[in-house]
């Protein structure tokens, strides 16, 4: 039973760009959150998508845009990168209203 | 605003001893606690969850406690070894299943 994957496992890009990362929860699980993890930080919540439809969402800008697809898999959309947005970026997945989630590897964003 | 501190960045401890970390949050009601490893590079991993309603837990070495007065839970490994090296992240729910806040951590280091 495969975890939680993610693709990419690392990117860089400059200042202004778009990036798209994926993320494809473990198997049975519904729900999937994604995470912002600075250097030294710990994850911040940026949203969560059920059903398709964003459920919960963090104090994030709207540069910051999701989608989760019929499979449960979800993409994260970043607009008009800023060098502020290098991170780590995780996701993570749990069937709805579960108290534990499981967490990929994450997607290292190096914005130059 | 919710806060959630880890008063210690970076703790050392002597293998074989209990090595105690802290988590202290303000202005929320919790219905649960999480506790959470986090290798570097990689995604954090479940650990231990505490509801409101209980005292303590325990899983092999690990034992977590939750004062909801101290407004605080305490992390224990007992009989600690240098694979319990690690970032250790304590979480917290603030919206009754939909989101956790995460602190920033601490550094465990078991010296042999």
């Known amino acids: 039973d495969a975890g939680v994957t993610q693709s990419p496992t690392h990117l860089i890009k400059t200042r202004g760009q778009q990036v798209t990362l994926r993320c494809s929860p473990k198997?049975?699980?519904?729900?999937v959150s994604w995470y912002q993890q600075a250097l030294g930080q710990g994850p911040q919540f940026i949203f969560q998508y059920y059903e398709e439809e964003e459920r919960q969402r963090g104090n994030f800008p709207d540069r910051f845009s999701g989608h989760q697809f019929p499979n449960y898999s979800s993409e994260l959309n970043v607009n008009a990168l800023l060098l502020g947005d290098s991170a780590l970026y995780l996701c993570?997945?749990?069937?709805?209203?579960?108290?534990?989630?499981?967490f990929g590897p994450g997607t290292r964003l190096t914005v130059l | 605003s919710q806060k959630i501190e880890q008063n210690s960045e970076a703790l050392n401890i002597q293998e074989g001893k209990t090595a105690t970390l802290t988590c202290n949050y303000t202005n929320y009601s919790p219905a649960y606690l999480q506790w959470y490893r986090q290798d570097p590079g990689r995604g954090p991993v479940f650990l231990l969850l505490?509801?409101?309603?209980?005292k303590e837990k325990r899983k092999e070495r690990l034992k977590v406690t939750f004062d909801t007065t101290l407004k605080q839970s305490l992390f224990h490994i007992t009989a600690s070894q240098p694979a319990d090296s690690a970032t250790y992240l304590c979480a917290l729910d603030i919206s009754r299943g939909d989101k956790i806040i995460f602190g920033k951590g601490t550094r465990l280091h078991i010296l042999p």
């Open positions: 505490i509801r409101e309603n209980e």
């Open positions: 198997s049975g699980h519904d729900t």
């Open positions: 993570a997945s749990s069937p709805i209203l579960a108290d534990t989630q499981y």
